[in-house]
């Protein structure tokens, strides 16, 4: 099944990594794969503990607020080709793309690569991608996609990112 986690608001990632802890709790192995993240957020300190869930960022630090690199798309690239390699394999039941729609939108990868990728994930992987601004043909290809949108924030009240909650 291929799952798209979207929108604007808080907690794409946070869905995704939710899946990881109840697959890896099943038995399952996890590949998680981060693009345009390149710093250690808290929850790396408990995935790393868990056997049988892999994290690997292909990102630098974060650029959302400025224009992005050759190094964050050489890095990004990179990145999608190591998602080629391990869905080939076939050796995870899981394989999470985080971030790989704002890869797309910030054109660090081509929508078609992606949906490559979807086209050739074997039927017992659970595909899993987050982002906002999910290209359309992603959506259309998904099984399921859900679209999380902020109605309200206390970010616009002027509260700054707490670690353990947002990093």
């Known amino acids: 099944m291929i799952q798209v986690y979207t929108g604007n608001g808080k907690g794409k990632t946070t869905a995704a990594l939710g899946l990881a802890l109840r697959a890896s709790g099943a038995g399952l192995k996890v590949y998680i794969c981060?693009?345009?993240?390149?710093?250690?957020?808290?929850?790396?300190?408990?995935l790393k503990k868990i056997k049988n869930i892999k994290v690997e960022q292909f990102g630098k630090s974060c650029f959302i607020r400025r224009k992005p690199s050759a190094k964050d798309i050489q890095l990004a690239e990179k990145g999608l080709?190591?998602?080629?390699?391990?869905?080939?394999?076939?050796?995870?039941?899981?394989?999470?793309?985080?971030?790989?729609?704002?890869?797309?939108?910030?054109?660090?990868i081509?929508?078609?690569?992606?949906?490559?990728?979807?086209?050739?994930?074997?039927?017992?992987?659970?595909?899993?991608?987050?982002g906002r601004?999910?290209?359309?043909?992603?959506?259309?290809?998904?099984?399921?996609?859900?679209?999380?949108?902020?109605?309200?924030?206390?970010?616009?009240?002027?509260?700054?990112?707490?670690?353990?909650?947002?990093?």
């Open 34 to 46: 981060q693009f345009a993240k390149g710093r250690n957020y808290s929850e790396h300190n408990s």
């Open 81 to 108: 080709e190591n998602v080629k390699r391990i869905i080939c394999k076939k050796v995870y039941d899981m394989v999470i793309l985080d971030e790989i729609n704002i890869a797309v939108k910030l054109n660090l």
């Open 110 to 130: 081509k929508p078609e690569d992606v949906l490559n990728i979807i086209k050739r994930t074997p039927k017992r992987t659970e595909l899993i991608l987050t």
């Open 133 to 167: 601004y999910a290209h359309p043909e992603i959506i259309k290809l998904a099984d399921l996609v859900s679209q999380i949108n902020e109605k309200k924030h206390y970010f616009k009240r002027g509260v700054l990112g707490r670690r353990g909650i947002e990093f």
